[in-house]
């Protein structure tokens, strides 16, 4: 039960962040501050795209950790945005984001490592051991 919950927690975190950015911020909104965030650091042909996207990506990956459904790539999924997310936080010289991104990656790896007690999820029920 506690992989679950940590499953759960991460994947709530994950679900809340694109929610608001979606519902809250508004997509053009978000994608405004992610242009004028960054500036000059990444250039605007991966920028736009990525500040379009990385919304739903929140909101699905959420979902999925959620409910523990496709758990391995999920999982995979959303240690490469962390990746991702941890190059954007250090391009933008920001420090104590870039120390909660990692905190995020070493729970994601810790979970993906711990596969196999992922036994409160879709994947279990439906017999995905991933073993």
């Known amino acids: 039960m506690a992989y679950a919950l940590l499953r759960i927690t991460i994947g709530v ?21 992610m242009a004028v965030q960054f500036e000059g650091l990444i250039p605007a042909v991966l920028l736009t795209p990525f500040s379009y996207l990385l919304p739903f990506l929140e909101i699905i990956l959420g979902l999925f950790l959620i409910v523990g459904f496709m758990s391995f790539w999920t ?47 879709i994947d279990y029920k439906l017999g995905r051991t991933y073993e």
């Not at 975190?13 to 501050?33: M, Q, R």
């Not at 420090?95 to 909660?100: I, Y």
């Open 75 to 121: 999982m995979t999924a959303t240690g490469a945005l962390i990746a991702v997310l941890v190059f954007g936080s250090i391009m933008d010289s920001n420090p104590a984001t870039v120390a909660n991104n990692m905190l995020y990656g070493i729970v994601i790896s810790f979970l993906i490592w711990n596969l196999k007690i992922n036994t409160w999820s």
């Open 13 to 33: 975190i994950f679900l809340t962040f694109g929610a608001t950015k979606l519902f809250v911020t508004g997509l053009d909104n978000f994608a405004g501050y």
